[in-house]
């Protein structure tokens, strides 16, 4: 069986530790503290998987792994102690080298941008992306099924927006047909797009929205294109990244067919700083998205978690992650040291060491490790001597980063923003036409209404005459009637015709 070397073990760490292909889709786990090397890790991961044929996406969080695009160099001041690494691990053909690297950013500043849509997100994630209520996401649910119903593309926010407002508006008549449609709740909704609009959503939709086979490509020379999320100022706004990544993954389980047991997955996605998935997230969400994690690797897909700690992922999804490669855990407090005996706990022992110790112990570029062997059995665990990156370490310079986008396969088919005609544009039309009739109808109106005035005028003066010679205690006659016609009269204008239309409107608003 073929698999990806990611370093050597045992007591005098020659014995190569490998990840075995097969398996890889079985998803994994890279765990440890802050500074134990798991970035470094998940750069000889990508590199790996990028030269077994196989497609990587990964999210750039502290932009040290643009340097896959870069090649390592005898310069860097770490050359003389990754050439000795390679040679206690036993690995003899370690060379520096590029990586096919694509790199996308949703704000278009550091990589081709990249995009969905506002259908294609759901309202399920948007609600968790909004933070929004049970009732609220109701409404939002009732805004999507009149957008299907009504053939209304949800492309970007102006669309999502505009047809919250006519929902608003509309919102006693689809009271009777889907449920409670409070003023209030689309009020919360709107205020919460305006949120995410400034934190940088709005960037995040829109056309030309990512083809998934941008992502999954593999390169002429057969090495698998590493995907670069830069997320440096994504993660500052935590919710949109995590809901974005969890968007992309929901479309590679809903998009890709059934493939069974391939020999080597056809897309790897890392998933880094994984506890901004799980923190807050309510049980719906969670449920989704173990599900997805069990059923996806069907589909030639592993997802691998970067966290600083195991207990970040929830215990059923963290069952499934048959990789592991846990780094450095600090255990300062009583709550560290059960959560460092709960990690332990979870490996297969190794006689020559205990796990709990090991755990503490490692260095930095060294790790616990763990990987499927055959039949998928959980591997014994191992100290491991992590393999040196290929790729330059750390991030590139601003100039190599703008020459890899200028020169990629991709270049200029995301860049330029398409704004078709959705949503937005059709009820802003249909209002516009609504307009239009009842102007037309008020002119209409107007015409009538000189006629009658005329008409009416008429027979006030003829009762002008006749009345001169009536009694004072007449009907008609005194202050009040004078009163009453004066406001008679103005009801028969534009200006009362209006008031009424108002005040009709109100009461029997969308019939």
């Given at each position: 069986?073929?698999?990806?070397?990611?370093?050597?073990g045992?007591?005098?760490?020659?014995?190569?530790?490998?990840l075995?292909?097969?398996?890889?889709?079985?998803?994994?786990?890279?765990?440890?503290?802050?500074?134990?090397?798991?970035?470094v890790?998940?750069?000889?991961?990508?590199?790996?998987?990028?030269?077994?044929?196989?497609?990587?996406?990964?999210?750039?969080?502290?932009?040290?792994?643009?340097g896959?695009?870069?090649?390592?160099?005898?310069?860097?001041?770490?050359?003389?102690?990754?050439?000795?690494?390679?040679?206690?691990?036993?690995?003899?053909?370690?060379?520096?080298?590029?990586?096919?690297?694509?790199?996308?950013?949703?704000?278009?500043?550091?990589?081709?941008?990249?995009?969905?849509?506002v259908?294609?997100?759901?309202?399920?994630?948007?609600?968790?992306?909004?933070?929004?209520?049970d009732?609220?996401?109701?409404?939002?649910?009732?805004?999507?099924r009149?957008?299907?119903?009504?053939?209304?593309?949800?492309?970007d926010l102006?669309?999502?927006?505009?047809?919250?407002?006519?929902?608003?508006?509309?919102?006693?008549e689809?009271?009777?047909?889907?449920?409670n449609?409070?003023?209030?709740?689309?009020?919360?909704?709107?205020?919460?797009?305006?949120?995410?609009?400034?934190?940088?959503?709005?960037?995040?939709?829109?056309?030309?929205?990512?083809?998934?086979?941008?992502?999954?490509?593999?390169?002429?020379?057969?090495?698998?294109?590493?995907?670069?999320?830069?997320?440096?100022?994504?993660?500052?706004?935590?919710?949109?990244?995590?809901?974005?990544l969890?968007?992309?993954?929901?479309?590679?389980?809903?998009?890709?067919?059934?493939?069974?047991?391939?020999?080597?997955?056809k897309?790897?996605?890392?998933?880094?700083?994984?506890?901004?998935?799980?923190?807050?997230a309510?049980?719906?969400?969670v449920?989704?998205?173990?599900?997805?994690?069990r059923?996806?690797?069907?589909?030639?897909?592993?997802?691998?978690?970067?966290?600083?700690?195991?207990?970040?992922?929830?215990?059923?999804?963290?069952?499934?992650?048959?990789?592991?490669?846990?780094?450095?855990?600090?255990?300062?407090?009583?709550?560290?040291?059960k959560?460092?005996?709960?990690?332990?706990?979870?490996?297969?022992d190794?006689?020559?060491?205990?796990?709990?110790?090991?755990?503490?112990?490692?260095g930095v570029?060294?790790?616990?490790?763990?990987?499927?062997?055959?039949?998928?059995?959980?591997?014994?665990?191992?100290?491991?001597?992590i393999?040196?990156?290929?790729?330059?370490?750390?991030?590139?310079?601003?100039?190599?980063?703008?020459?890899?986008?200028?020169?990629?396969?991709?270049?200029?088919?995301?860049?330029a923003?398409v704004?078709?005609?959705?949503?937005?544009?059709?009820l802003?039309?249909?209002?516009?036409?609504?307009?239009?009739?009842?102007?037309?109808?008020?002119q209409?109106e107007?015409?009538?209404?000189?006629?009658?005035?005329?008409?009416?005028?008429?027979?006030?003066y003829?009762?002008?005459?006749?009345?001169?010679?009536?009694?004072?205690g007449?009907?008609?006659?005194?202050?009040?009637?004078?009163?009453?016609?004066?406001?008679?009269?103005?009801?028969?204008?534009?200006?009362?015709?209006?008031?009424?239309?108002?005040?009709?409107?109100?009461?029997?608003?969308?019939?």
């Open positions: 069986m073929s698999g990806i070397f990611i370093g050597g045992g007591a005098d760490y020659t014995t190569r530790q490998d075995l292909l097969n398996y890889a889709n079985r998803h994994g786990l890279v765990a440890g503290a802050t500074g134990t090397g798991k970035s890790t998940l750069q000889i991961l990508a590199e790996n998987f990028s030269n077994a044929g196989v497609p990587v996406f990964l999210a750039d969080v502290k932009g040290d792994l643009s896959l695009a870069g090649s390592g160099s005898q310069a860097h001041k770490l050359h003389d102690a990754f050439m000795s690494r390679a040679q206690k691990i036993g690995f003899d053909d370690y060379a520096y080298d590029t990586f096919p690297t694509v790199f996308w950013d949703l704000f278009g500043d550091q990589g081709h941008p990249i995009r969905t849509t259908a294609e997100m759901g309202p399920l994630l948007l609600s968790q992306l909004l933070e929004l209520t009732a609220q996401e109701g409404v939002l649910n009732i805004a999507f009149v957008a299907d119903e009504q053939g209304l593309p949800l492309l102006k669309d999502l927006q505009s047809l919250l407002v006519w929902v608003g508006q509309n919102g006693q689809l009271s009777l047909r889907y449920g449609v409070s003023v209030n709740s689309v009020g919360a909704i709107q205020r919460s797009l305006l949120v995410l609009e400034n934190q940088g959503g709005t960037n995040m939709f829109g056309e030309p929205a990512l083809s998934l086979t941008d992502i999954m490509a593999v390169e002429p020379d057969g090495r698998g294109r590493i995907n670069v999320l830069a997320s440096d100022k994504l993660i500052q706004a935590p919710k949109l990244y995590s809901t974005f969890l968007w992309l993954l929901s479309e590679l389980f809903e998009e890709l067919p059934e493939v069974g047991d391939p020999d080597r997955p897309l790897v996605f890392f998933f880094d700083e994984a506890h901004l998935l799980f923190d807050g309510p049980k719906a969400l449920d989704k998205v173990e599900q997805v994690a059923l996806i690797r069907s589909k030639g897909v592993g997802i691998y978690f970067i966290t600083q700690n195991p207990s970040d992922v929830p215990e059923d999804i963290l069952g499934q992650l048959g990789n592991r490669i846990q780094h450095a855990l600090r255990a300062f407090t009583a709550a560290d040291r959560k460092l005996r709960l990690a332990a706990e979870t490996y297969r190794n006689p020559r060491f205990s796990t709990e110790d090991a755990i503490k112990e490692v570029g060294e790790a616990v490790t763990s990987f499927l062997e055959n039949k998928g059995v959980p591997g014994v665990v191992e100290r491991t001597l393999r040196p990156p290929s790729s330059h370490l750390g991030p590139i310079d601003a100039a190599t980063r703008k020459s890899v986008i200028a020169n990629s396969p991709i270049a200029g088919k995301y860049e923003l704004d078709r005609e959705s949503a937005f544009e059709v802003q039309a249909r209002a516009a036409a609504a307009a239009k009739e009842a102007e037309v109808q008020e209409k107007e015409e009538m209404s000189t006629a009658e005035r005329e008409y009416n005028a008429g027979r006030r003829s009762g002008a005459r006749v009345g001169r010679s009536s009694s004072k007449r009907s008609g006659s005194g202050m009040g009637a004078q009163v009453g016609r004066m406001v008679m009269r103005e009801l028969t204008g534009t200006t009362g015709r209006r008031l009424v239309r108002g005040i009709l409107g109100g009461l029997f608003k969308g019939r």
